[in-house]
């Protein structure tokens, strides 16, 4: 059965580090990948959408990656700060009009 | 832009009762999403509207939930009756089109008792 999996565990690091975090999926051919934010008490807030023909996406301090050998992005926030503290969650798309399904999130707690 | 609304922001209710949801999606966003998120878990997908017809609902358990996208603009979501394993955020969510970043609410919060 198809299957998305983050590290549930939460990662913990020190401002300023560059916090890395893992999206793998398995049974799963998706045309893209996008990245979402989640605070505590509120719905998800879209970051990075990235499809199955690039390689690399930048925004600002954001990195994502996307390997579909390996089947497997890779988040990247560069110099993170406290106010980057929150759940990461990654969504893959099919395409062709359906849904998006989500894995279960990370969180990062970013220690000042 | 006014985003996604919804209503309310939590409900409590006892089990065998019966609660509703409402979304107002943003202005001209084509396609509307229910996701059920438990405590811990990412969004699952509930039900998918293109305009006011649905694109997927297999994931629905239809003896107990419905939903429905009148005139193609707000959304209704219902679950009668409900179960204790019903507890959980509802999130509503809107975008453009289909394939296209979604633009999530804050969410109903349920609990069953």
């Known amino acids: 059965s198809q299957k998305i999996e983050q590290n549930s565990e939460a990662l913990n690091i020190q401002e300023g580090k560059t916090a890395t975090l893992t999206c793998n999926y398995t049974?799963?051919?998706?045309?893209?990948l996008q990245w979402y934010r989640q605070d505590p008490g509120r719905g998800p807030v879209f970051l990075l959408l990235?499809?199955?023909?690039?390689k690399e996406k930048r925004k600002e301090r954001l990195k994502v990656t996307f390997d579909t050998t390996l089947k497997q992005s890779l988040f990247h926030i560069t110099a993170s700060q406290p106010a980057d503290s929150a759940t990461y969650l990654c969504?893959?798309?099919?395409?062709?009009?359906?849904?998006?399904?989500f894995g279960s999130g990370t969180r990062l707690q970013v220690q000042p | 832009e006014a985003g996604v609304a919804q209503s309310p922001r939590y409900k409590i209710i006892e089990k065998r009762q019966s609660v509703a949801f409402w979304c107002n999606p943003i202005?001209?966003?084509?396609?509307l999403y229910w996701y059920q998120q438990i405590l811990g878990q990412g969004p699952k997908l509930l039900i998918q509207?293109?305009?006011?017809?649905?694109?997927?609902d297999s994931q629905l358990p239809k003896d107990r939930f419905s939903a429905e996208r009148l005139k193609g603009v707000d959304s209704t979501l219902k679950i009668q009756p409900a179960k204790l394993e019903d507890s959980a955020v509802y999130l509503c969510?809107?975008?453009?089109?289909?394939?296209?970043?979604?633009?999530f609410g804050s969410g109903t919060q349920l609990s069953v008792l």
């Open positions: 990235i499809r199955e023909n690039e």
């Open positions: 969504a893959l798309g099919k395409g062709a009009g359906r849904a998006l399904t």
């Open positions: 049974n799963y051919s998706p045309a893209y």
């Open positions: 969510a809107s975008s453009l089109s289909t394939d296209e970043k979604l633009f």
């Open positions: 509207f293109q305009n006011n017809g649905v694109v997927d």
């Open positions: 202005s001209g966003h084509a396609t």
